[in-house]
């Protein structure tokens, strides 16, 4: 059964500092992973897709990285600001599976102090 | 804005009640979807619609009744719910349906509380 795990379920890191969110997977085969941002009272906003290519990606202040033999990502936040607080969503799909074959994980919320 | 709109934004229901939540995309996409998402639950996919053909029924009870007479619109029945059913339901739409790389865009949501 595909499967995504989240680490950890919550976080409260003070304004300024970094923080590193984590992400494995058992999704088999492998297309690509996503994550997404949900502010409170909002639904989620991707961030950065990574597909099995890939290392590396940014966006900003976002940072996401990708070990397809490990079959774990993560995303690290550089310099928090109060605006980071949220749930962060990864979500992985399998490959010809279409938006029906993706596996959410239940995020990461985060809380970011000032 | 993601170009996903949901009304309304919140909805408190009795059991017996009939009620529809309504969702709108100015994107030009062909597939939309409805999502339930329970308080430390992944989001759990309900319904999918293609070029306005249901695709995919992911055994929703039949309290449940999705409608979709355009590719821009897509409606929610509900009728008769239970308690278990309050969470937050979430539209989304995209391209079309096709390989897996398509980004999701999700409007705001519907807090639905069944009493």
């Known amino acids: 059964k595909n499967q995504v795990e989240q680490s950890p379920q919550s976080l409260i890191i003070l304004e300024g500092k970094n923080c590193t969110l984590q992400?494995?997977?058992?999704?088999?085969?492998?297309?690509?992973l996503r994550w997404y941002k949900q502010d409170t009272g909002r639904g989620p906003v991707s961030l950065t897709i990574?597909?099995?290519?890939?290392n590396t990606k940014s966006n900003g202040r976002y940072t996401a990285t990708l070990d397809a033999d490990t079959k774990q990502s993560s995303l690290h936040i550089t310099a928090s600001q109060l605006s980071d607080s949220a749930s962060y969503i990864c979500?992985?799909?399998?490959?010809?599976?279409?938006?029906?074959?993706?596996?959410f994980g239940k995020g990461t919320h985060l809380i970011i102090q000032p | 804005e993601t170009g996903v709109t949901q009304t309304p934004r919140h909805l408190v229901m009795g059991m017996t009640n009939k009620k529809s939540l309504k969702c709108e995309q100015h994107?030009?996409?062909?597939?939309m979807y409805w999502y339930k998402q329970s308080a430390k639950k992944p989001l759990e996919l309900m319904f999918v619609?293609?070029?306005?053909?249901?695709?995919e029924n992911n055994s929703v009870p039949s309290r449940f009744s999705p409608e979709c007479p355009n590719s821009s619109h897509l409606f929610l029945h509900l009728h008769t719910l239970q308690p278990e059913d309050s969470a937050l339901y979430l539209c989304?739409?995209?391209?079309?349906?096709?390989?897996?790389?398509?980004?999701?865009?999700f409007g705001s949501g519907t807090q639905l509380s069944v009493l």
């Open positions: 979500v992985v799909s399998a490959a010809g599976g279409g938006a029906d074959g993706l596996t």
């Open positions: 994107l030009g996409h062909n597939a």
């Open positions: 990574m597909t099995f290519s890939e």
């Open positions: 989304a739409s995209s391209q079309e349906r096709s390989e897996g790389d398509e980004k999701l865009f």
């Open positions: 619609y293609n070029f306005k053909e249901q695709t």
């Open positions: 992400c494995n997977y058992t999704v088999s085969p492998f297309s690509n």
